[in-house]
């Protein structure tokens, strides 16, 4: 079955340390991935995606995943965390066979906590 | 408008009524998906409108659950008969098959509708 599966309910990170948020997926063909981030009491925003091409992508505020195809894994990342950041993360794959349309799998979801 | 516009933000209900959750998309944007997200379940894909193509109901989890996009534009997701698992949170998005975005699943998602069936 394909699946997406972010392994942490929660990530706890001093303001100005590098975080990372886990996301690996069980997907057949060559899917496309994303993260998207929830703030309280808000829809979901578009961080990034990878569809092909270099593995690391950069996306919005200072965010980066690497994609690593034996692995199966799309970790985001990013060098100094901001409060601000705190949030909910979702990781989601658009399978190839979908046609490569918005109909993505998404993962549980990933509470960041960033302290001051 | 703006942004994607979902309506009403919260509705509480008795079991057993119906409800209609409301979805006005980006202007423009010629694809619609309905989301719901529950606790413990993170986010479940329900319905897929691309254009005046025949949507994509592979998502939706009863015969209670319906959907129709009216010229193109505004959706209606409905749910009939409604049960104490149907409260959660429909969440509403919308793309563009134009530019970049176009069918790599970089969805604009609504506020959503709190759903809370007693």
């Known amino acids: 079955a394909q699946s997406v599966a972010q392994p942490e309910d929660q990530v706890n990170v001093a303001e100005g340390n590098p975080l990372t948020v886990k996301c690996t997926y069980s997907v057949s063909g060559n899917p496309y991935l994303f993260w998207y981030v929830q703030y309280p009491n808000r829809g979901l925003q578009f961080l990034l995606k990878y569809i092909t091409g270099d593995n690391l992508v950069k996306g919005s505020y200072g965010f980066e995943a690497e994609f690593n195809k034996s692995q199966t894994s799309f970790h985001l990342k990013k060098p100094s965390a901001l409060v601000s950041d705190s949030a909910l993360y979702f990781c989601?794959?658009?399978?190839?066979?979908?046609?490569?349309?918005?109909?993505?799998?998404f993962g549980q979801g990933t509470t960041l906590q960033v302290k001051p | 408008g703006a942004g994607v516009s979902q309506s009403p933000s919260n509705k509480v209900t008795e079991k057993g009524k119906d409800v209609e959750l409301r979805c006005d998309p980006i202007s423009g944007h010629t694809a619609l998906y309905w989301y719901r997200q529950s606790l413990g379940q993170g986010l479940e894909f329900l319905i897929y409108f691309q254009g005046n193509s025949a949507p994509d109901k592979s998502g939706l989890p009863s015969d209670r659950f319906s959907a129709e996009r009216t010229g193109g534009s505004v959706s209606t997701l409905t749910i009939q008969r409604t049960q104490q698992e149907d409260s959660a949170v429909y969440l509403c998005?919308?793309?563009?098959?134009?530019?970049?975005?176009?069918?790599?699943?970089?969805?604009?998602f609504g506020e959503g509708s709190r759903l809370t069936v007693l």
């Open positions: 998005a919308s793309s563009s098959s134009l530019g970049r975005a176009a069918n790599t699943g970089e969805l604009f």
């Open positions: 989601a794959v658009s399978p190839a066979y979908s046609g490569n349309t918005g109909k993505l799998i």
